[in-house]
């Protein structure tokens, strides 16, 4: 469990992000919709960056990497030997559980990857193709104040043939041991049943999120649901990732827990809106960053708590800021239709921000997928 005992003012450090990009390929309804940017750390790239979190990412990529400009800011290693990880995402009403395959994998990012002699303020581990070693996050909890981590880049497994993502127990995952000293372990509910909640909860923070319901929160003395924000989902890819991100800028930049909670629930919610990795309105990054620098002065920061309590008491006014946030998004949303420019993309979108339309999709293999009777 994370103690933070010095009660001097935490000065942000640089964060570090570390989990390969990959290429997504999206099926929506059994169609092939588009192939974008992908990667937890893409998605989270967006949201550190609107709300000008200075990072450093590790990301491990082939030479047939096909996002070098989208990430310039960013960018990964590229592994002359090795191919960017592919992912093809299977949702819609034909798939109303999400299916993924991984469908090209790439090298795992080791802890020599890993900056020397520098430490940072807080970690992001958010692999998603297996490329995060037990000891790649030794190292990172070791030159990181705070570290969040997404269970995905802990308990996923992939099939020898088609590559289809399943799932191991956190205890047999060989990263259990580690647990102690992570700040927070973010899971969907899906991948929540992999877990037990009431043993993890002693060890760190949990946070599961349940899609359009929002989230829950438990830490040793106590839970906290927090409520989602309304959206029409086009595409549920990065939304945890995005969820995540707008939680750990939250808790770095100095709100209590639920509050950071409530951010996360926003930027997934923004995510959902949107194909692909979402574009963010510039306007409407400014009101909530205000807003969240109205917060941090009523909140007491989950880093600058000197006691076991983690800011799980609903802040004061929760509801105010919940509201401000929701009226941030509704007036952009406006002004956004008013102005014709079409951030929530069309389902036909074939031609967007990081999105290409599909050229290649009959050149990777994929099994057929059996349609939801079972039959291909
Ligand atoms: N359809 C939706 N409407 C509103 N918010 C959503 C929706 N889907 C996801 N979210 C937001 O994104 C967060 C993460 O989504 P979830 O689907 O639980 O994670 P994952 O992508 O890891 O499976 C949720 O807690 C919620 O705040
Ligand atoms: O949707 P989500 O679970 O938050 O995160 C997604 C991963 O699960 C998926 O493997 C990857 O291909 C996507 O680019 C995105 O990172």
Known sequence: MVMVTDSKPIIPRRGLVVGNYCHDVLHRDGEAVAE??????????????????????????????????????????????????????????????????????????????????????????VGVGGEILPETLEKMLSICDHVFVDIQALIRRFDNINGRVSHVALRDSGFFHLLPRV????????????????????????????GKDGCEVFCPNGAFKVAPFVADQVDPTGAGDCFLGG????????????????????????????LGPPKLDFNLIQIVKDEMHKRKLQGIPFLERRDESPGFRKPPEQD?????????????????????????SSPKVLEQNNAKTIL???????????????KP
Do not use: W
């Open 320 to 344: 105010q800021f919940y509201a401000s946030l929701v009226t941030a998004k509704a007036i952009i949303m406006c002004q956004i239709q008013e102005s014709g420019r079409n951030l929530l």
């Open 247 to 274: 939680f750990a800028a939250g808790i770095v930049r100095g709100l209590a827990v639920p509050d950071a909670a409530l951010l996360g629930n926003f930027f997934g919610s923004i995510a959902v809106a949107q």
């Open 183 to 210: 700040a927070f372990l973010k899971a969907s509910a899906d991948e929540a049943v992999f877990i037990d909640v009431e043993e993890v909860r002693k060890l760190c923070c949990v946070v599961v999120t349940h």
């Open 360 to 374: 290649s999709l009959t050149s990777v293999h994929e099994e057929p997928i059996p349609s939801v009777d079972g």
């Open 36 to 125: 974008t940017l992908g990667g937890a750390a893409s998605f989270i790239s967006v949201i550190l960056d609107a709300l000008t979190l200075p990072f450093h990412t590790v990301s491990r990529v082939g030479p047939d990497f096909a996002y070098a400009a989208a990430t310039s800011n960013h960018p990964p290693l590229i592994i002359p030997t090795s191919q960017t990880m592919l992912f093809h995402a299977h949702f819609g009403s034909v798939y109303p559980d999400r299916l993924l395959n991984r469908v090209r994998s790439c090298d795992s990012i080791l802890p020599s990857d890993l900056p020397d002699q520098t430490r940072f303020g807080f970690g992001l581990a």
